[in-house]
């Protein structure tokens, strides 16, 4: 069935809606779960790609643009028409790997600060596509941090909140005018 959330992977001047950048508070409230998938939810899941492949991003949650609904767009391919983005609603992480890897993430709600993380190398999610199909995945690589970096705006945690190393957070943070006091670091 093709999807009724398909939009051009491109970068429009004028994307849908607003990124909210670290330091706001909408960023830092759970998102509640969403109780019934319809035209608007797809609707909504169109204007966050379009908002996310207009910022160059590969993923982006709904609290990121002041919406606190459990929902999640991810596309780590997004020059590749072929490959179709993915919608996850009301996610869950059912399994984590005790494989741990660091890599270096970004997020566009902390514009051009890159630094790394510690997260399990594989994840298994269960979520409701746009349809409201149960779905299962089990990912790893750069799929499997970038679902769990978005589930984690949906619990109000911030990248920034797991960088272990605080002179480079605070370095990077200041370098682009940022405050380390908006990070909320977990134990």
């Known amino acids: 069935m093709p999807s009724e959330v398909a939009v051009a992977k491109k970068k ?5 809606l607003d990124i909210r950048i670290i330091g ?4 830092r409230q759970p998102a509640k779960r969403v109780a019934k998938i319809d035209s608007e939810i797809r609707q909504l899941v169109r204007e966050m790609l379009q908002t996310m492949y207009s910022a160059d991003g590969i993923g982006l949650a709904a609290p990121q643009v002041a ?12 020059d590749n028409a072929a490959n179709p983005p993915l919608v996850l609603i009301n996610p869950t992480i059912k399994k984590l790997s005790r494989d741990m890897c660091v890599d270096q993430e970004g997020c566009l709600s902390i514009p051009n600060v890159y630094l790394d993380v510690k997260r399990p190398e594989v994840v298994e999610v269960a979520y409701k596509d746009e349809y ?5 995945l089990m990912a790893t690589e750069l799929l499997s941090r970038c679902i769990q ?5 949906l619990n109000g945690v911030l990248f920034v909140d797991r960088v272990e190393n605080t002179l480079a957070l605070t370095t990077e943070l200041s370098k682009y ?10 134990a």
């Open 132 to 136: 409201g199909r149960p779905q299962t």
């Open 12 to 16: 429009l001047k004028n994307p849908p």
């Open 177 to 186: 005018g940022f405050s380390s006091m908006n990070v909320k670091p977990i």
């Open 24 to 27: 706001d508070r909408v960023l």
């Open 149 to 153: 970096h978005e589930i984690d705006h």
């Open 67 to 78: 919406v606190q609904k459990q929902l999640i767009v991810i596309d780590c391919e997004p």
